[in-house]
């Protein structure tokens, strides 16, 4: 099931205790030594943002915003600015889009380069609408990678949910086709399909993404259709290369974040949603398969603020 407010912040605040330690607690330091604010003030924060990776622009951006509302409401305190960064990042990331509802059927095409935890995610997505109630059917749509299809279907077990698979090397689609086939059948609620994360070529790749769209399209028109996008927020702007990478090359409908825990530099989340206005969807704040939790901005953001 999906948390409530109160426990989905507890889980936002352990997974986000490196991050928050990284910006926040060095943001009370930085107030504590100026005590006003002063032009020092703002170019040291904004070297904090940019190390934590919201980006140049994303903290070119706050800091703009920053410095206006000082300006406009003739802040002398330095201790307030504080409390201006935070209602600026929630402007950014706004509520985040309307919750993510899932009609029935829908199909998820998950896509990602090798490496973010894809493969994880998908068990701990079908593992969250399975507890849901809903019927989930895997697909184990990246055949080019070894081990991929046996890992796919360890998940498979552990959440409790079926999988149409074929073999090592197999044509990806003819999965895809196969698997909505089933899902029809068997009146599945959600399907949710995995993909290579690389081939020979990245047009190899994106041909490989193109060709099973059109069999969605093709064969599943009546689905809700969902492209969600695994980045790992521990490679940093990375992070937001590969994301512009997929947004040219297929429609990208949401982000997964995964490794949120394991980083010092959340504020990549801030720097994907403004720069690339995806919505971010779900984000991972440990190894748990209950770990996988649906973005809420609110909840984010008091997370990453919070001194208690």
Same mark, same amino acid.
């Not at 910006?23 to 930085?30: F, G, N, P, S, Y």
């Not at 399209?217 to 994301?243: C, F, H, M, W």
């Given at each position: ?23 926040? #607690?060095?943001?009370?330091? &930085? ?5 006003? /604010? ?6 040291? +924060?904004?070297?904090? &943002?940019?190390?934590?990776? $919201? ?14 509302? !000082?300006?406009?409401? =003739? ?8 409390? %201006?960064?935070?209602?600026? %990042? ?7 889009? *309307? ?10 095409? !998950? ?14 997505? #079908?593992?969250?609408?399975?507890? *849901? ?12 990678? $070894? $081990?991929?299809?046996?890992? +796919? ?8 949910? *079926? /999988? ?18 089933? #899902? ?5 609620? !959600? ?47 990375? $992070? %937001? ?8 090359? !297929? ?13 010092? =530099?959340?504020?990549? %989340? ?8 995806? @919505? ?13 939790? @649906? ?14």
């Amino acid at each position: 099931m999906f948390m409530d407010k109160k426990s989905l912040f507890a889980k936002f605040k352990a997974g986000l205790d490196k991050t928050r330690k990284s910006i926040t #607690a060095r943001i009370d330091q &930085l107030i504590k030594y100026h005590g006003e /604010i002063d032009e020092d003030l703002f170019e040291e +924060l904004e070297e904090l &943002l940019i190390l934590a990776d $919201a980006g140049v622009s994303t903290a070119t951006r706050l800091m703009s915003q920053i410095r206006n509302r !000082v300006d406009s409401e =003739k802040i002398k305190e330095a201790g307030q600015v504080k409390s %201006i960064l935070k209602e600026e %990042i929630m402007d950014i990331l706004g509520d985040n889009e *309307q919750e993510f509802d899932l009609m029935s059927p829908s199909i998820i095409l !998950v896509v990602g380069v090798n490496g973010v935890g894809k493969t994880t995610t998908i068990g701990k997505l #079908a593992y969250l609408y399975q507890n *849901q109630g809903k019927k989930v059917l895997m697909a184990a749509g990246d055949t080019f990678r $070894a $081990a991929a299809i046996e890992q +796919l279907e360890i998940w498979a077990k552990r959440a409790g949910c *079926q /999988i149409v698979r074929h073999t090592e090397g197999a044509d990806a689609g003819a999965v895809v086709f196969d698997a909505i086939q089933a #899902a029809k059948a068997r009146e599945m609620d !959600v399907l949710i399909c995995d993909t290579a994360g690389r081939l020979h070529t990245k047009k190899n790749l994106m041909n490989e993404l193109s060709k099973i769209n059109r069999i969605i399209e093709r064969e599943y028109p009546d689905a809700q259709k969902e492209v969600l996008l695994v980045l790992d927020a521990t490679t940093g702007q990375n $992070a %937001i290369s590969q994301a512009r990478f997929f947004k040219e090359s !297929v429609n990208i409908t949401g982000i997964i974040m995964t490794k949120l825990d394991g980083t010092a =530099k959340g504020g990549i %989340i801030i720097a994907i949603k403004n720069e690339l206005d995806i @919505p971010i969807r779900f984000i991972g704040v440990g190894e748990g398969i209950d770990d996988l939790q @649906p973005f809420d901005a609110l909840s984010f953001v008091d997370a990453l603020f919070d001194d208690a």
